[in-house]
């Protein structure tokens, strides 16, 4: 098993381009999420779903857009990329319920300029 | 307000001293309490889940106990490839998916 596969594994954007951040997973997890990684802070939650058709937001959204078409497959579009998006974005999966062990891919580092 | 909280953002040992790392969650009710290692450039790896108070779980170097307010990884005769960040998360009751994270601890161990 691959586990959880991410790419690109590095991105230089300009301020205003768009771009997708792709995430797959081959554990037929229904629950898959996105967080991104800062200095000095821990993981936020950016947005999750809990199956094909389903995505809710997390702790911080705004500026990102998911979709959830396949169980393996969960990607993140930056719409209008923003120098404050500059971070590091890992997406995780894990089994839906119960106090489960989420599993990370192993990121991609973004840089807006 | 549910918070983790990491001590101390960064430590220095050298190989074979042992010490041990800090998490303390204020939570309102605790579902599970999981460490994750996270190298350099890398996607946070699982090492342990603790469900409740008294509950300890070892894994070759590593040691993690659980109280009510606080958890905490041991480390005894740490080697180099030991030096990582650890992370410390919490899974809330009511929560069926969502993890509170801590900002982690930086190891360093010196040859």
């Known amino acids: 098993n691959a586990g959880v596969t991410q790419t690109p594994k590095f991105q230089v954007l300009k301020t205003g381009q768009s771009m997708t951040l792709q995430c797959a997973q081959d554990m037929n997890h229904e629950y898959m999420s996105w967080y991104r990684q800062d200095p000095g802070m821990g993981l936020r939650l950016i947005h999750y779903?809990?199956?094909?058709?389903?995505?809710d937001q997390g702790e911080v959204p705004n500026g990102y857009n998911v979709s959830r078409s396949t169980t393996e497959d969960f990607p993140l579009r930056l719409l209008s990329a923003a120098p404050s998006q500059t971070s590091v974005y890992f997406c995780?999966?894990?089994?839906?319920?119960?106090?489960?062990?989420?599993?990370f891919g192993p990121g991609t580092r973004l840089l807006v300029l | 307000e549910d918070q983790v909280t990491q001590s101390p953002e960064a430590l220095r040992l050298q190989e074979g001293e042992s010490s041990s790392l800090n998490c303390s969650y204020t939570?309102?009710?605790?579902?599970?309490l999981f460490w994750y290692r996270q190298d350099p450039g890398k996607g946070p790896e699982f090492l342990f889940t603790l469900y409740s108070a008294g509950e300890e779980k070892e894994k070759e170097r590593l040691k993690a106990t659980l109280t009510k307010k606080e958890s905490f990884l041991h480390i005894t005769a740490p080697k180099p490839e030991d030096s990582a960040t650890y992370l410390c998360?919490?899974?809330?009751?009511?929560?069926?998916?969502?993890?509170?994270w801590g900002a982690g601890t930086k190891l360093i161990i010196k040859p």
């Open positions: 995780a999966s894990r089994e839906l319920s119960g106090v489960e062990t989420q599993y």
């Open positions: 998360a919490v899974q809330a009751a009511g929560s069926n998916y969502q993890l509170i």
């Open positions: 939570v309102s009710g605790l579902r599970g």
């Open positions: 779903s809990v199956g094909a058709g389903i995505t």
